[in-house]
Structures are given as structure tokens and as C-alpha cells.
């Protein structure tokens, strides 16, 4: 079974800049999360998704950050103007459904400069 | 509120035991999880136990709960130079987004 994909793997750009990160869950896996780790912390959730719909937003920088998960299965986050302590790991996780274990992908690591 | 807590190190000979423990808050937890993320990588499910258990075992892994004292353990058995990483603890809130919270994660070092 093909696990969580991500890309990019890393990213590095100035402050100010926009930045867009893709993940394509596991198959058939309707719920998908989207978590912020900053370097030596555990990782927050930023957004969690229901099939195309938004679950919990509560998290999320919404003035600079958005997501979207239009057909319900790939998902994409977007930081739009990036600031300096946007620099982390951006994971995305998938589960079959709400109260299922999660998966996680690799991640993509962001520099802001 | 909710809060997870671990230790951050824990050091071991390579063939020892190896335990590291996790302290929750909330004690409507439905799940707690263990997470073992390697350098440059994203985080592995290892095991995970429902809150209404006090232990489950895996091959090498065997996690303890304690519902009362909301203390969550990991034991690995003959630990190899493999296992070095840096392992998370996670509770699940449950209800309607089952939301994990996770630890600040402890690293762990196996000694040759």
C-alpha cells in the first residue's frame, strides 16, 4: 500500500513570498490532516478535512494560510504572505476515517529567509 | 487544557530495555498513540492502545496505561541501534475530529 505522498520535499524562500505544499493521502482514506512542526516541538494541527469538507479549522492562520481538498482526495496548503516563523515541517496525514490511526507523510520542510 | 508531556533524552545501551513515558491531561482521551519519527522523516505509527486497556504488546513494544495517574508508557525490548529516533506520544480528544495532541517527543540514543 502506497503510503502519504508530499512534494515538495523542501522549499526556501523569502518573507514575504507565497508557497504552496501538495499531499495525496492513502487511497481510500476520506480524512486528512495538515500539521505544523516547528523545529524541537511536536507537531499542531492546522486543518482537517472530511472527504472536501473542512472538520476543524480552529488552528489555522487564516489571514495568511489556506487549504483546499476540491475533489476529496489530494489536498494542498498555501502560505500567502510567508513570515519568518512559518519556518517548519508541514505534514499531511491521512485515516481511513475520523477514528482511525493516522498516516503521516514524509513532510515538507520550509526556510524562510 | 490539554497537554502531553515527556521527557526529552533517554540514552541506552544497544541490547538493553528502553522505557520512555508520557503524562496527559485530558482524561476524556479515547486513544493514545506512539509515533517514532526518524531524522528528515515523517512520524511512523508504531502501536496504539484504546483508553479502556491497561496494556498492550507488539512484538518489542509494550505499552502500559495508567488511567488514573494519565501516565502512558513505551518499552522496547533489546534495543537496537535501529530504534534511535525521536518518539511522540499522542492523545486523541475524540468526539466529532478526534484531534491528536502530541508530546514535545523524547529522542532517544542506543549506545553501540
Known amino acids: 500500500e502506497a503510503g502519504v505522498a508530499q512534494s515538495p520535499r523542501y522549499k526556501i524562500i523569502e518573507k514575504r513570498q507565497s508557497v504552496a505544499f501538495w499531499c495525496n493521502p492513502i487511497s481510500g482514506h476520506a480524512t486528512l490532516y495538515w500539521y505544523q512542526q516547528i523545529l524541537g516541538q511536536g507537531p499542531k494541527l492546522l486543518i482537517q478535512f472530511q472527504n472536501n469538507g473542512v472538520v476543524d479549522d480552529s488552528q489555522l492562520p487564516k489571514d495568511r494560510f489556506s487549504a483546499e481538498r476540491l475533489k476529496g482526495v489530494d489536498s494542498t496548503l498555501k502560505i500567502q504572505p510567508a513570515k519568518l516563523e512559518d519556518s517548519a515541517v508541514y505534514l499531511c496525514?491521512?485515516?481511513?476515517?475520523?477514528?482511525?490511526?493516522?498516516?503521516f507523510g514524509d513532510g515538507t520542510r520550509l526556510s524562510i529567509l | 487544557g490539554e497537554d502531553v508531556e515527556q521527557s526529552l533524552f533517554l540514552s541506552v545501551r544497544e541490547g538493553d530495555s528502553s522505557v520512555i513515558n508520557c503524562t496527559y491531561t485530558d482524561s476524556s482521551s479515547t486513544y493514545l498513540y506512539w509515533y517514532k519519527q526518524e531524522p528528515g522523516a515523517g512520524l511512523q505509527l508504531l502501536t496504539y492502545i484504546f483508553s479502556n486497556m491497561d496494556m498492550k504488546q507488539d512484538q518489542r513494544l509494550t505499552v502500559l496505561l495508567n488511567k488514573k495517574d494519565k501516565h502512558l508508557s513505551l518499552r522496547i525490548a533489546d534495543t537496537q541501534t535501529g530504534d534511535s529516533a525521536i518518539y511522540f506520544c499522542a492523545e486523541s480528544l475524540g468526539g466529532a475530529t478526534n484531534k491528536l495532541i502530541f508530546g514535545t517527543g523524547t529522542l532517544l540514543a542506543v549506545q553501540p
Open positions: 496525514a491521512s485515516s481511513f476515517s475520523v477514528n482511525q490511526p493516522q498516516h
